[in-house]
């Protein structure tokens, strides 16, 4: 029989069971996080072009440095320039700083770019160049390169040092030959507004040695503003049939005492170096202050008490030399460290190559100073040095209150 069907009654009482609402779907992503006020440093995405120019140059004068050469890697230097925008002035900086003249091609077309693109002068600071063959040789299709006209063109150059032949053997000695600084070359400076901070003044290149000349020309406007002087090959009249004579260690000392900026002073292959000199430079130079010096094969140059000791505790050195290096002077030991300045940071001490008859001469008395530099940061002594006083543990007494 079939089934009546549903009534109102029927439908009240038997309901329909409800579904539930649906869920939304979980999402895989987190949600967004609250954006912060401010840029998040991000270093996968740092740019060059950020990077200050000082910074950059810095950068690439290290990665350009080339070992026992003052000049850059011009291949990985010319290969920077294409790379990008950003780094292509502070590689063109740093190309032309310390420009390689250590070849005839290489200096010829210097010159030819110093001609032709006035931009690139102001950019030259350095100038290293060896006379042989560079200033003493006429090459083809160049001619000869000129000095003069290079530094008139490079008036923003800081450092010169024109240095003798570095040919070796007997080939240098058949090919070289006398170079002397030309007459016109001080008068370009000054005419091209040159002011340096560092030149060396050699003795070989000098004629006679002409202390006057040294004075008028450090009196020029050029050479007014010099922060470090070097002098290599200065020989003194006090030998031979001239003993007593000392008017070059004082005419040198009058040279040091016109520099009113002058900071560090470098001697070489000097007899001029001695007390003397140094008695004349304290009395001429009250004001100035030396922060560092070097002396280099000097024989004159002593460790008795009116010697290098009076220098350093002068007030030329007292209270400013920061660092000092002494390299095969036969004639001074390491008694000058008895009196070395509270200020040094820095010392270097390469003994002589001539065998000393006592293997303990080179020691001071007492052996170790009363108190070495607080500051002193790097102490440095030449390995045949150690090796020809380990054997008696000298160094090891000098060293042991350090």
């Known amino acids: 029989m079939p089934k009546a069907p549903p009534t109102r009654r029927n439908l009240t009482t038997h309901k329909l069971p409800r579904k539930s609402p649906r869920k939304p779907p979980a999402s895989s992503k987190p949600p967004p996080r609250p954006k912060k006020k401010g840029t998040i440093y991000n270093p996968n995405r740092h740019s060059l072009a950020s990077l200050p120019y000082h910074i950059l140059t810095t950068i690439l004068r290290y990665a350009a440095s080339t070992p026992n050469s003052p000049f850059p890697d011009t291949a990985l230097l010319l290969k920077t320039l294409t790379l990008c925008r950003t780094l292509y002035e502070p590689t063109l900086a740093v190309l ?25 002068r102001p950019l030259v600071k350095v100038l290293i160049v060896d006379t042989e063959p560079l200033l003493v040789t006429r090459a083809a299709p160049w001619g000869a390169w000129d000095i003069c006209e290079f530094l008139s063109l490079a008036s923003s150059v800081r450092e010169v040092d024109i240095r003798p032949s570095r040919i070796s053997g007997a080939r240098a000695f058949t090919i070289e030959r006398n170079w ?19 030149w060396t003044w050699r003795g070989k290149f000098m004629e006679g040695v002409c202390l006057d000349e040294l004075k008028r020309v450090h009196s020029l ?35 040091l005492a016109l520099l009113g900026a002058l900071r560090e002073v470098v001697f070489e292959d000097c007899s001029v170096v001695n007390k003397h000199l140094f008695s004349e430079f304290i009395t001429r130079a009250p004001r100035t202050r030396l922060t560092k010096l070097s002396f280099t094969s000097c024989p004159r140059l002593t460790s008795s008490g009116d010697n290098l000791p009076a220098l350093l505790q002068s007030p030329l050195c007292n209270t400013t030399l920061t660092s000092l290096t002494i390299t095969n002077s036969p004639s001074c030991n390491l008694s000058f460290t008895l009196t070395l300045p509270s200020t040094l940071q820095t010392l270097s001490y390469t003994a ?9 001469s080179i020691l001071p008395s007492p052996p170790a100073p009363a108190q070495w530099p607080q500051d002193l940061a790097s102490l440095t002594l030449n390995p045949n040095a150690q ?12 060293l042991s209150d350090v």
């Open 221 to 255: 406007r050029p050479f007014s503003g010099l922060r470090r002087v070097g002098l290599v090959g200065i020989e003194s009249n006090d030998e031979g049939a001239t003993v007593g004579d000392l008017s070059r260690e004082e005419g040198c000392a009058e040279v």
């Open 387 to 398: 090796r020809r006083y380990t054997a008696c543990d000298a160094i090891t007494i000098v």
């Open 352 to 360: 002589s190559l001539t065998p000393s008859p006592s293997p303990l």
């Open 96 to 120: 032309y700083h310390t420009p390689p003249t250590n070849t005839l091609p290489y200096a010829h077309r210097l010159l030819y770019a110093l001609r032709e693109r006035a931009h690139v």
């Open 180 to 198: 002397q600084y030309p007459s016109e070359l001080w008068n370009v400076l000054d005419e091209a507004g040159v002011l340096l901070h560092e």
